[in-house]
């Protein structure tokens, strides 16, 4: 797949296709290459941050474990809090949950209930869109607490798998689409 820019098209590079991970038929996109090179990472983050900014919002959801990554990062460039979304059993305060499937399994997702305010703007930011069960949850609690969507950001989506189908009329931004 093409990428729009030079600097897409260096991102696209680094990212690591790894057949049968974690099970036989899963195409892996592994992203800790870009972790692993300085200017790529903050080229990435630099990138999401913009996507952020352009919807203002007050609070950033992080799904665990690669969403902590690239969520943290951006939140701590708005200067806005930061919401980790976890996997069942690893929150301690009093919680929220949805369970949901993903490309490879299924699992329970949960947020502190005090984690995000009645009416706050959230943008929820994960490294990938698959089938769209886990942005799908995340938005489902989200919508629990009363907060509003303002938009997805990804750094890839996997559009054969039409996970945006899934995730409504909310602004959705990927930056490597295959
Ligand atoms: O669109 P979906 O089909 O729901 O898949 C996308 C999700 O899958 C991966 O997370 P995973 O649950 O594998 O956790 P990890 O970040 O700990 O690897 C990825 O980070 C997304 O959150
Ligand atoms: N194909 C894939 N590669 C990496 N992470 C994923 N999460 C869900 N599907 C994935």
Redesign the pocket.
Known sequence: MTHSTPELAALSAAIRDVPDFPKPGILFKDITPILNDGALFQQTIDTLTAAAANHMPNKIVG?????FIFGAAVADRLGVGFVPMRKKGKLPWQTLSQS?A??YGE?ILEVHEDAILPGERVVIV??????????AAAAQLISQLNADLASFIFLIELEA?Q?RDLLGETTITSLLRY
Do not use: P, Q, S
């Open positions: 799904i665990d474990a690669r969403g949901y993903l490309e699992a994960d490294d990938l869109l698959a089938t769209g069960g886990t942005a798998l996970g």
